[in-house]
């Protein structure tokens, strides 16, 4: 009788050892298989938090200063706002690079610049066959088309003005964050906190960037006057 007891108890608590290698195992496998495929929220986390870091602000930092060395700042050849513009569009692709086109704002920066060439390309054959099409059927073709073109922005304004508040907001959102214009909101959230995170970066950067030449310009002009005097 106490021998049958002994190995009922023996058999249970090797059934329980075993239990809990099986256990342990899972848990083992499953913290291996998080590991190497993190959840989307801890991926979204870790994109935002390294551009808080100060290894990826110089990284851009010298990837800016690269682009810029390349673009014609000479106010006698060009006016401030077409500068401007050139910074800021430098600079954007500069952090599209930085992002390595792994988000979609990034990739409709660095994709952006090929669709408008395309665009004006399409353009000017529209244009040449406008006015060629003007010439030889008069000016009442161009006044229809102008109506038109008013009849249809009205149209898309009325569209606009009909959507629920919320809608509204998150279309605005959509428009503001490159790439998210017909995406859905959960999309559009992830993008915009990754690209607001990149932004924040870049503002940093640019203004380091412009307190450095200042004080480069400022020792230069010290150091030079006392030669003139």
Known sequence: MEQSSSSAVAAVISTNANINTDRARRRKKKKSVLQKHPSKENRNSQSHAKWKTEAQQQIYSSKLIQAL???????????????????REVADRALAFAAKGKTRWSRAILTSRIKLKFRKQQHKRRRLASSSSFSSSGSTTGSSSRSSRKHKVSVLGLKGKGLPAVQ???????????GCRKQPLPVILE???????????????????????????????SSSSPMTS
């Open 168 to 178: 509204r907001k998150v279309s605005v959102l959509g428009r503001l964050v490159p």
């Open 69 to 87: 060395s390349q673009v014609n700042l000479n106010p006698s050849t060009s006016s401030a706002p077409r500068q401007g513009r050139a910074v």
């Open 191 to 221: 993008e915009a906190t990754d690209y607001i995170a990149a932004l924040e970066m870049q503002v940093k950067a640019m203004s380091a960037i412009a307190e450095l030449l200042s004080r480069s310009t400022s020792e230069a002009s």
